[in-house]
T-cell receptor, first 114, second 113 residues
Framework: KQEVTQIPAALSVPEGENLVLNCSFT??????LQWFRQDPGKGLTSLLL?????REQTSGRLNASLDKSSGRSTLYIAASQPGDSATYLC?????????????FGEGTQLTVNP | DGGITQSPKYLFRKEGQNVTLSCEQN?????MYWYRQDPGQGLRLIYY???????QKGDIAEGYSVSREKKESFPLTVTSAQKNPTAFYLC????????????FGEGSRLTVL
């Protein structure tokens, strides 16, 4: 069974800092990995999707890397802003006999202080 | 606009009552999913469906039921057998034929009094 761990559980930084969120997973037989953002009381918004054949993806100030063999992914946020404050979740996806499914970590709660 | 619509956004029910949460998508996605989220926790998979008229149990299916009669719709019923139904419920969909990206609705918060 896939298990996903995200470190740190919470992070508070001043505006403008560059930061790294970590995600590790136990089963490396994945087809992709997604990073999501969740604001309080809201659904999840997809930030980046990395296919298993890729090493990284970039979108604006966000960069996600994937090391499938070691079961690790990182989300790098450059020049953080107060609007980046949210919970960030990673979810590796696997194909199983009953269909495809993603497993979620518990998330990293990020606070960016003005 | 294309997306996933969940309703109602907030729902209050008494213990012992069944409730049904609606999930509709117009993204033409084949696969749909129901997750449950408790405070400070990640998402746990309740049920998923890869195609119309077919669905599979996830990790915490006990006390829940679903149907998939139409591609666009995947309603979730929280039955009286669910021992702790108060939670935030999230519906998602995915098209395996393209990037496999998962998209979410805005969620439904169920409170059992």
């Amino acid at each position: 069974k896939q298990e996903v761990t995200q470190i740190p559980a919470a992070l508070s930084v001043p505006e403008g800092e560059n930061l790294v969120l970590n995600c590790s997973f136990t089963d490396s037989a994945i087809y992709n990995l997604q990073w999501f953002r969740q604001d309080p009381g809201k659904g999840l918004t997809s930030l980046l999707l990395i296919q298993s054949s890729q090493r990284e993806q970039t979108s604006g100030r966000l960069n996600a890397s994937l090391d499938k063999s070691s079961g690790r992914s990182t989300l790098y946020i450059a020049a953080s802003q107060p609007g980046d404050s949210a919970t960030y979740l990673c979810a590796p996806g696997r194909e199983e006999t009953s269909g495809s499914r993603l497993t979620f970590g518990e998330g990293t709660q990020l606070t960016v202080n003005p | 606009d294309g997306g996933i619509t969940q309703s109602p956004k907030y729902l209050f029910r008494k213990e012992g009552q069944n409730v049904t949460l609606s999930c509709e998508q117009n993204l033409n996605h084949d696969a749909m999913y129901w997750y449950r989220q408790d405070p400070g926790q990640g998402l746990r998979l309740i049920y998923y469906s890869q195609i119309v008229n077919d669905f599979q149990k996830g990790d915490i299916a006990e006390g829940y039921s679903v149907s998939r009669e139409k591609k666009e719709s995947f309603p979730l019923t929280v039955t009286s057998a669910q021992k702790n139904p108060t939670a935030f419920y999230l519906c998602a969909s995915r098209n395996p034929g393209t990037t496999g990206e998962l998209f979410f609705g805005e969620g439904s918060r169920l409170t059992v009094l």
